[in-house]
């Protein structure tokens, strides 16, 4: 059973970069098909997928964030990390790591979500 663990700040200023990491346990973060993805939710709103990285480490990412996100991996720690540069108030958010066994599934895999604050 793949689990998943969210860590990192909880408080970022604005305009600074926003760091957060998901330790994956159960699976590796290679094996073919999986996708592991960061999606957040800002208080009061529905979830916002932000990007996924596939299982052979392609990127692709919220046309929305596209210039200011990076989604990474670190093979040998099983662990993949989301980078958000330039946040403001409006990225305050419960952020949720996610996985999923092929491209078209669902998300049946979720880390239980961190808080975000962006304020001075």
């Known amino acids: 059973q793949v689990q998943l663990q969210e860590s990192g700040p909880g408080l970022v200023k604005p305009s600074q970069t926003l760091s957060l990491t998901c330790a994956v346990s159960?699976?590796?973060?290679?094996?073919?098909?999986?996708?592991w993805s960061w999606i957040r939710q800002p208080p009061g709103k529905g979830l916002e997928w932000m990007g996924v990285l596939t299982a052979d480490g392609r990127t692709y990412y919220s046309p929305s964030l596209k210039s200011r996100i990076s989604i990474s991996r670190d093979t040998p720690k099983n662990q993949f990390s989301l980078q958000l540069s330039s946040v403001t108030p409006e990225d305050t958010a419960v952020y949720y790591c996610?996985?999923?066994?092929?491209?078209?599934?669902?998300?049946?895999?979720w880390g239980q979500g961190t808080q975000v604050t962006v304020s001075s």
């Open positions: 996610a996985a999923k066994a092929s491209v078209g599934g669902r998300y049946n895999y």
């Open positions: 159960g699976g590796s973060i290679t094996t073919s098909g999986y996708c």
